[in-house]
């Protein structure tokens, strides 16, 4: 099968992506083998690439939006059928024994295994996967859009629960791409009202257009105190701004797996009466289903560029570029 693998991490330019050809993988006991058609292009990719993210081993194949169909079944296998449409995303195992996988964290896992970064994802015609880590995906979506639901949107949605916005409350924004346009949508549809923050003024025309309250430059301040904000630009210079704009009691939640430097913090106007700044972690798998459920029900627009399987290397250049709009894809099937 034909995939792409990162071999030597670094800038993004020097083309660390290489295609390669594999044999097509076998699914162990309890793993389903995947024929993918889509994946979805996430920024993590991207640090993964070039070095941001360390690698876990040499020549594993990236992406964790991966939306295909299950085409062979290992041992032991009872939900999931060849033929069955699934989604596989960033989670790839977790211990299940440790503290936090026993309280319902195991998004804390301390031996947790990822998808595209500890095993080969996406970016590939092929990929086996654990049965307990697969999602079945919402009708309503077809490939190219459910791909993108399944990190920048499960992602988003456990920062927005994170968050801690209240039913009908005030919600920032703080860049608006791919996770963003997904998470606003949510917190619209739960009666939320949303600002946004973001240097891009093609994001700030695609958020007005989705019916966002507001739409400013990144460290502008929003028109009305926020009772929760979330930062998804990768930027920790957006971390004091962000915090100032927060009401009493109000939380900023971080997104990103990688943020650039937050410079110091001025305890009385960036933390003090009870303003919370926390990070997200990675989610767990009831994330993943309560999202897909919720987007089931109230359904999302995703904007999508699509890519040839055979340009990878160039969605992945012109995401580090910013020239992407909405959620790259690549067409692999
Ligand atoms: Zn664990
Ligand atoms: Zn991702």
Known sequence: MR???VDEPGPVDGRPLAPVE???????????????????VCRT????????????????????EAVGTVDRVGQGVTDLRPGDRVGVAW?????????????GRENLCVDPRFTGWDV??????HLVADEGYVYTLPEGFDDETAAPLLCAGIIGYRALRQSRCPPGGRLGIYGFGASAHLTAQ?????????????????????????GVASAAGAADPPPEPLDAAILFAPVGTLVPPALAAL???????????????????????????????????????????????AVARIGLRVATTVYPFDEADRALRDLAHDRVTGVAVLAVG
């Open 91 to 103: 989670l790839a195992r977790t211990c299940g024994v440790c503290a936090f996988c026993r309280t």
């Open 3 to 5: 995939a792409w693998v």
């Open 120 to 125: 080969d994802g996406g970016y590939a015609e």
């Open 45 to 64: 990719d991207l640090h993964l690439a070039e070095g941001d993210l360390a690698p876990k081993r040499r020549g594993v194949v990236p992406g964790h």
């Open 247 to 293: 009401d009493r009691g109000g939380t900023l939640a971080v997104a990103g797996i990688h943020l650039s430097d937050i410079p110091p913090l001025d305890y009385q106007a960036h933390l003090f009466q009870e303003r919370v700044l926390r990070s997200v972690t990675a989610n767990t798998r009831d994330d993943g289903r309560e999202f897909l459920a």
């Open 186 to 210: 949510v917190a619209m549809a739960e009666g939320m009202r949303v600002h946004v923050l973001t240097r891009s003024p093609d994001a700030r025309r695609l958020a007005l257009d989705l």
């Open 22 to 40: 594999r044999p097509v993988p076998e699914p162990g006991p309890g793993q389903v083998r995947v024929r993918i058609n889509v994946c979805g």
